[in-house]
Structures are given as C-alpha cells and as structure tokens.
Nanobody
Framework: QVQLVESGGGLVQPGGSLRLSCAVSGRTFSSVTVGWFRQAPGKDREFVAGITRGASNTYYVDSVKGRFTISRANAENTVYLQMNSLKPEDTAVYYC?????????????????WGKGTQVTVSS
C-alpha cells in the first residue's frame, strides 16, 4: 500500500509561483512512478506532469511546459511540482498519483494510488 499526501497549495496572484509537495510512504520510494494531475471545476481530470522512478525522464502537458518543473528527492521520499508564471487557468485541485509499473502514463486509471489533493487558486 502506498500513501500520498500533497501540500503547498494556496492562493497566488497571476504570474506568481507555488511549489507543491507529494510525500510518499508505504513502499520503497524509488519503486514508484509519480504523476501530478489536476481537476478544475466542471472539467475532467488532466495530466500535468510525471517523473520516472530514477528521475531520468519527465513529461509535461503542453500547457505547462516551460513553467512547471517536476522533480523528486529520494532522500526525502517526496516529489515536487514547482509552478512558475501561474495563470488563472491553472486554478484547480492538484493531485499526485503513483503507479508501481514502469513508465509515466497520462491517463489517471493507470495509477494505483492517489492523494486527497491540494487546492491551487490563481487570482488577483
């Protein structure tokens, strides 16, 4: 069993930055692939970013490329999502998810474990 706890959300003005954290426990950290998803009101859940077990590969949805950076700190059992140049359209609940199979996937049903989410609101 894997437990995921997100933190770091909040209210930020357009152009601002936030760093989300996803603390992973219950399984060897290096054995899980982690992805970040988001869901805005009235919209479907969307893949945002993913990182492979060894952090050798990262993936992003086109709308966040160049603004968001995903990373993992194995010593801390934590995956981070650094979000810069935030826009109102980034407003959503952000979830981290983990899968024990190899490779980042962009579809939520391919992840086995989910956190409860953290709210990000971008507004002036």
């Amino acid at each position: 069993q894997v437990q995921l706890v997100e933190s770091g959300g909040g209210l930020v003005q357009p152009g601002g930055s936030l760093r989300l954290s996803c603390a992973v426990s219950g399984r060897t950290f290096s054995s899980v692939t982690v992805g970040w998803f988001r869901q805005a009101p009235g919209k479907d859940r969307e893949f945002v970013a993913g990182i492979t077990r060894g952090a050798s590969n990262t993936y992003y949805v086109d709308s966040v490329k160049g603004r968001f950076t995903i990373s993992r700190a194995n010593a801390e059992n934590t995956v981070y999502l650094q979000m810069n140049s935030l826009k109102p359209e980034d407003t959503a609940v952000y979830y981290c998810a983990a899968r024990t199979l190899l490779g980042v996937r962009t579809r939520g049903h391919e992840y086995d474990y989910w956190g409860k989410g953290t709210q990000v609101t971008v507004s002036s």
